[in-house]
């Protein structure tokens, strides 16, 4: 009985040590290459297209999108604060999938060129509270952009910025407009006003007899 008894256990312990070592991190994304056809200007706000992350393991866990990159890349590296991710960081179970919105927002100033980018999703962190090193899947991104000074930049801005967040309200859409355009002026042409104060015409008429 007692033999029985320790063979229990062994097989137990087994098992349970065999799911541990099955237990595993995946990653997943539902897209290969993004390439924007047409040229940006600085200033633009372009919204990209969406792309699904899939827990392809069999262990919950918290996972992140971020930008990464080929370290002997010819084209242009954007900037990680360019990128608006929605959202960035959630959890999935295994075999969940979640939808990834993506926005490209150009700064004003800007190098004109062709960027390349990975956007790249990782587990980072197991159930254990472990970091995962080496687990990730990203899509490839493309996109070029063209010379434009200051106000070209604006002019983008605002009609991008219009073009993704319409429809807008009359007033607050012309409230906007007013504000930057006053951010604007403001930046770029330094202007005093003076006001002068009106003579009083008996104190002129008295220096005069004077």
């Known amino acids: 009985m007692k033999r ?14 065999t799911n541990v070592a099955l237990a595993k991190l995946g990653v997943g994304v539902g897209i290969g290459q993004i390439k924007v056809e047409n040229k940006l200007f600085p200033g633009t ?10 827990n392809t393991g069999n262990e919950e866990s918290d ?3 971020s930008l990464s990159f080929n370290d002997k890349q010819n084209e242009l590296k954007p900037k990680e604060e ?14 969940e999938i979640k939808m990834v919105d993506v ?13 390349f980018a990975y956007l790249e999703a990782r587990p980072v962190m197991d159930s254990k ?16 952009v063209v010379p434009a000074n200051i106000f070209q930049g604006v002019y983008y801005k605002l ?10 309200p009359k007033r607050a859409a012309i409230t906007l407009l007013i504000v930057v355009l006053l951010i604007i ?16 015409k008996n104190s002129q008429t008295d220096q005069k007899d004077e």
Do not use: C
Not at 4 to 17: M, Y
């Open 4 to 17: 029985i008894f320790l063979i229990f256990i062994a097989f137990l312990l087994f098992g349970l040590s």
């Open 45 to 54: 706000i372009y919204k990209l297209p969406s792309f699904t992350v899939l």
């Open 63 to 65: 996972y992140e999108v």
């Open 82 to 95: 360019w990128f608006i991710f929605s959202p960035q960081r959630f959890h999935l179970k295994p075999a």
């Open 103 to 115: 926005k490209l927002n150009l700064p004003l100033r800007m190098e004109p060129g062709d960027y």
């Open 129 to 144: 509270g472990g970091v995962s090193i080496g687990i990730a899947a990203a899509a490839k991104l493309y996109f070029t």
């Open 159 to 168: 009609l991008s910025f219009w073009k993704i967040y319409a429809p807008w």
């Open 185 to 200: 002026f403001k930046k770029f042409f330094n202007i005093n006003l003076k006001v002068k104060k009106p003579t009083d």
